[in-house]
Structures are given as structure tokens and as C-alpha cells.
């Protein structure tokens, strides 16, 4: 079973950064990628960035791009989420996300494991 926990989340003025973590444990493969997703109150969960494992292919949403920066640290198993200029609207529990396969997934129903979520708060 892989399991995975975020950190780093907290209360931050508007345009200013926070760095998220996600640590991955368990049987873990090299053919997988690792997702960042988010939900804010009243509304569905919505992708965030993705990147593929052994290639360090990444893709984003249209919403954070130029702002956002996932990467990963092989030595350590973890993803990393760098997120600058955030404004209100990116508010939410983050979560990291796990699935077997290459592909950098932007979908929810394409990962098989999720972890706890931690919080994030822009303020005005």
C-alpha cells in the first residue's frame, strides 16, 4: 500500500509563497506520477499539476501556470508543490495524489491513492 503526506500548508497574504511537500511511502514503483489537486468550500475538487515520476514531465492547470512549480527529489520519494503571487482564489485543502502509470494524469479517477490534505489560506 503507498501511502502519502502533505505538509507545508498555512496562512499567507496575498502574493506571497508557500512550499507544499508530499512524502510517498510504501511500494512504490518507478512507472508512476504523483498529482497536486485541490477543493474549496462549496466547490469539487479541481486538478492543480501533475508530474511523471521517471521522466519529470509535467503539465498544469491553465489557472496556475507561470505561478506554480511542481518538482520532485528522487533521493527522498517526496513532490514538492512551490506556489508564488497567490492570490484568495487559490484558498483550499491540497491534496497529493498517487498513480501506477506514466502519464502526468489531470483527472481524479486516474489516481488510486490519496493523502490527508493540508490547508492553504490567501488572505486579502
Known amino acids: 500500500q503507498v501511502q502519502l503526506v502533505e505538509s507545508g500548508g498555512g496562512l499567507v497574504q496575498a502574493g506571497g509563497s508557500l512550499r507544499l511537500s508530499c512524502a510517498a511511502s510504501g511500494r512504490t514503483f518507478d512507472t508512476y506520477a504523483v498529482g497536486w489537486f485541490r477543493q474549496a468550500p462549496g466547490k469539487e475538487r479541481e486538478f492543480v499539476a501533475a508530474i511523471s515520476w521517471r521522466s519529470g514531465s509535467t503539465v498544469y492547470a491553465e489557472s496556475v501556470k507561470g505561478r506554480f512549480t511542481i518538482s520532485r527529489d528522487n533521493a527522498k520519494d517526496s513532490v514538492y508543490l512551490q506556489m508564488n503571487s497567490l492570490k484568495p482564489d487559490d484558498t483550499a485543502v491540497y491534496y497529493c495524489?498517487?498513480?501506477?502509470?506514466?502519464?502526468?494524469?489531470?483527472?481524479?479517477?486516474?489516481?488510486?491513492?490519496w493523502g490527508q490534505g493540508t490547508q492553504v489560506t490567501v488572505s486579502s
Open positions: 495524489a498517487f498513480r501506477f502509470g506514466l502519464r502526468a494524469a489531470d483527472t481524479e479517477r486516474e489516481y488510486d491513492y
